[in-house]
Nanobody
């Protein structure tokens, strides 16, 4: 059973930075395509960034230039470096893992099989 555990969330002021981590375990010899999603109260869960098993990175337009997704190798933890944070970035952030998620479909939630419990990010003005 694949397990994802997020950490690194917290409360910061506008313009601050946070680094989220996602530890993946239980996958044996499998490798996965990874994504970060977020969900604010009363809103749908939305894609933030993705990195596939080949290291190809994708970002939502709202975070381009501010957030960076990284993973040293296909089985290493996945990180989301978030800079220049804004109040609208406030949300629960989730890590997700999927099998064979094509880069052009990286933002499709249904393609990700495994999800973490989330870590809260709060940005105050």
């Amino acid at each position: 059973q694949v397990q994802l555990v997020e950490s690194g969330g917290g409360s910061v002021q506008t313009g601050g930075s946070l680094r989220l981590s996602c530890a993946v375990s239980g996958y044996a010899d499998s490798v996965y395509d990874m994504g970060w999603f977020r969900q604010a109260p009363g809103k749908e869960r939305e894609a933030v960034a993705g990195i596939n098993r080949s290291g190809y990175k994708s970002y939502d337009d709202s975070v381009k230039g501010r957030f960076t997704i990284s993973q040293d190798n296909a089985k290493a933890p996945v990180y989301l470096q978030m800079n220049s944070l804004k109040p609208e970035d406030t949300a629960m952030y989730y890590c997700a893992a999927g099998d064979k998620v094509a880069p052009r479909f990286w933002s499709e939630r249904y393609l990700y099989t495994y999800w973490g419990q989330g870590t809260q990010v709060t940005v105050s003005s």
